[in-house]
């Protein structure tokens, strides 16, 4: 028999109880939306009767609410893009679709090229004014990330670490490489006063998860076939992955057995940590180095659907207020980026009608700052409310000097 | 006084196939059933066309029979049969040698028995055992729909004149000097009683085909031979899966739709109304079946049910598993009384040709020699592709095929009409099975639609995953607004039975999530709206 995680199995769990679409945010904020429950469980049921597909698949944006809600531990959201792989078989990427999911690959072309993050970033910023982007089929009201002078790994191999201890691996993730560098400065910084070497395994691929929500299944495999096979390495040095992107850990640690159901997605996954959930660890070890001066800001924590479906808690709060610092959660729901999904054009109103409630919530600035451990949340945050957003780890950095 | 020349008692295939085939020779035919239509073996069955397989080696009559009829169905039964192949496998467990009668048997009977590698095997079923599956060979068989080749005969019958009257028992006959004059029957709703002139009268009342003759006064040699079976939420296989020994319990699981059937078991009871099952039972035929599937207790499953085979047993025949699967006319002008026949026994893939049989003798007593067509027409027209295509925009997806079979050419039409112009009639009124509010209407308003059972054996609302929990209320809603009276306006009872009636099949199954799914129904139903009858009773 073949995995019983995988998400195939699990529709058969499904009891049809709904709670998937009172939880679903796309579904309160456009009717349209069939919901969870009938795309992923129920439909599963009748793909033998002819060849179909959900017309409102489309509207899934794979944050997951409802893998949550489910009290029988239904891989809902997993169902849908299984099915949206099925719908790719036949349908052709367009070509916004085609770079929405491709990040990894973009980003690799910039680097390729002298001044390239500067060029690109220039002409992200005429194809949003000239709207191209928005002829392409993106979302054009938004900023396009924008591309770090340099990434993240050529920073890296310019910190200089105490070899010879503990050491980790660090799962970069594409966002934090090309757009968001300081947030991978400040893992490391973190890391290091907690006496671990942080490494770089540069065989790494993108996790696989813009792919996965483009329908591009195949080419998920490949890259998850990929980086499993490298923890699994690294878990046989002694050596745990660790990553400051959530959706990075979620799919390393979750999506890859949900989907592509091998056992060695299951032995992976045990050597994989999302970034506070390593250092929540340390510190129940007595192992955390607690030489932290005060963290005496207020701070508006919104947390990432994907990682509230890691179950692990909220360590990033946990460590954060053990510092002295005021964290308040935002309480306000998905932000509605969801990945790649707000990226696209017709999705962008459905996109920023889910994060109004949190947009508010930011508005009200009864804080010193917003922190999210996800990247996309951040812009999305950024994107409607005005107030750049940092990563959780960077507070923590800032606290270690 | 309402007449008929020939009036036949019971729903089940046998009758329908005996209404169809009469009103096809231009013989005014009207069945009465005192239930709804196929209540009783006819749909609590495996829904499996036999290719004969089953009986090559013990009795290659009935297996040629099969093989013919299938092929028979195939074509003229489009609308309810899923042509899924069956395959037949060999456990480690099993004897080899009967593996060999059994080749021969296929072959002697002319039913193409394919051998397929292990391998092979595994990929067409790839939750078969690794462990004690040891060969396997490809047969025709077939999954068969009861409820929809039901409604299909009864709307080919009415093509050609045929009346169809459910609910309606028949509580006595109506003889002079031992000559049938007429059948004496009563409305289950309304508990009015008369007369319907004939000058022959069948019983095809399959399981109670004995309490009819008593009724006319001669005895008949039926016996109701319990058989349970079990059904899971999902497609466990893809084809018929037999297990290849000798013909015993649990050993064939049928792709059903939505749904697998697992069954059967075999018990002599002296009621065919007993319907019950038991824990007991479930627990023996999930541990024969998991010798086949070894992950079967991972699959959740929806329900169980039973239904009687009618055995007919000749004076001093043998009973239950040993009883034979054939089936007997009894003309009972030898009895006595002129005009008034029995057939019992067969199989449900045979019906046709019994039904063929006992019309070729009724006819013979008419005068009328008109040939059999029923093998060579379809029951019903199937729904064009350009009418399906037309549907896609309104229909839920992955449900235009099962409603076009479903509704038939005439109502799917009607179907799409209402969506097309009505867009709340798009709304899901059952969302396992995908049945829109359109499609409910339309068959509640049909002249066999008295509860609303009747209109889920129609439509598969209320037997899939949530078995009623969210569809119920909907349903009995729909019902009580489009429905007949005087039954429709008691929404509550309707309600209620409804309930009842998805319970009877899930209390012997309370555990695991099936549980959890009717602990949900219960708080809903019991707690929420107080709808007295809303727990399992």
Known sequence: ?401 | MEKATVVVIGGGATGLGILRDLSMRGVKALLVEKNDLVNGASSRYHGLLHSGGRYAVKDQEAARECIIENQIMRKIGKSCVEPCGGMFTRLDIDDEAYEELWVKGCKDSGIEATPITLDEAFKLEPRLSRKHVKSAYLVPDAAVDGFRMAWQLVDSSKRYGGQVKTYTEVIGFDTVNGELRGVKVRDQFTGEEYEIGCDIAVNAAGGWAGFVGKLAGVEIGVQPDKGTLIAFNQRIVNHVVNRLHKSSDGDIFVPHGSITILGTSSMSVPNPEDTSTSRAEVESLLKIGEQTFEDLRDFRILRTFAGSRPLYIPPGGAVGRSASRGFAIVDHDNDGLKGFFTIVGGKFTTYRLMAEKMCNQICAKLGNDTPCRTAEEPLVEEVSQEDKDRAKKFFPSYGVNLAATRLGVDRFKKVVERLESDPESRELVCECENVTRAEAEEICKDDTSFIVNDVRRRTRIGMGTCQGNFCALRAAAVFSEMGVEPTAKDSLARLREFLQGRWKGIRPVLLGRTLRETEMTRAIYELSMNVKGGAPQ
């Open chain 1, 1 to 401: 028999m073949s995995d019983k995680t995988q998400a195939i199995f699990t529709g058969d769990r499904c009891l049809s109880c709904t709670s998937c679409m009172a939880n679903c945010p796309v579904m309160a904020a456009i009717k349209d939306y069939r919901g969870p429950k009938l795309v992923g469980p129920a439909h599963g049921r009748m793909h033998f009767s002819q060849e179909d597909i959900e017309a409102t698949l489309e509207f899934c944006s794979n944050c997951k609410s409802c893998d949550r809600a489910c009290p029988s531990g239904v891989a809902v959201s997993t169902l849908n893009m299984l099915q949206r792989a099925e719908y790719y078989k036949t349908h052709p990427h367009t070509q916004a679709e085609d770079m929405i999911a491709h990040g990894e690959r973009a980003g690799k072309m910039v680097r390729m090229m002298p001044f390239g993050a500067t060029f690109a970033n220039i002409g992200m910023e005429f194809g949003k004014t000239l709207g191209i982007f928005s002829k392409l089929g993106l979302a054009g009201e938004r900023d396009m990330p924008a591309y770090a002078s340099t990434p993240f790994k050529d920073l890296y191999s310019r910190i200089k670490q105490t070899a010879g201890g503990k050491k980790i691996v660090m799962f970069t993730g594409c966002f934090i490489n090309d757009n968001e560098p300081q947030v991978g400065e400040a893992f490391v910084k973190v890391m290091n006063a907690n006496g671990y070497e942080v490494l770089i395994d540069k065989g790494f691929n993108c996790c696989g998860s813009p792919l996965v929500v483009t329908g591009y299944l195949d080419e998920a495999k490949q890259h998850a076939d990929n980086n499993a096979d490298r923890i699994l390495e690294w878990k046989k040095k002694g050596i745990p992955v660790v990553t400051p992107c959530t959706s990075c850990s979620l799919m390393l640690k979750e999506e890859y057995h949900e989907l592509f159901a091998e056992h060695k997605f299951h032995e992976a996954a045990e050597n994989v940590y999302d970034a506070f959930e390593f250092l929540e660890i340390l510190q129940e070890r007595g192992e955390f180095n607690d030489n932290v001066k005060p963290i005496s800001q207020k701070l508006l924590y919104h947390v990432p659907c994907h990682l509230k479906c890691q179950a692990i808690g909220l360590p990033a709060a946990n460590i954060l207020e053990e510092f002295g610092a005021n964290v308040q959660t935002a309480d306000a729901g998905c932000c509605g980026i969801s990945g790649n999904y707000g990226f696209r054009k017709d999705k962008y109103d459905i996109s920023m009608k889910i994060g109004a409630k949190l947009f508010e919530r930011v508005k009200r600035k009864d804080f010193d700052k917003v922190i999210s451990d996800c990247g996309t949340c951040r812009m999305q945050i950024h994107h409607g409310s005005g107030i750049k957003p940092c990563h959780p780890i960077e507070i923590l950095a800032a606290a270690y000097q």
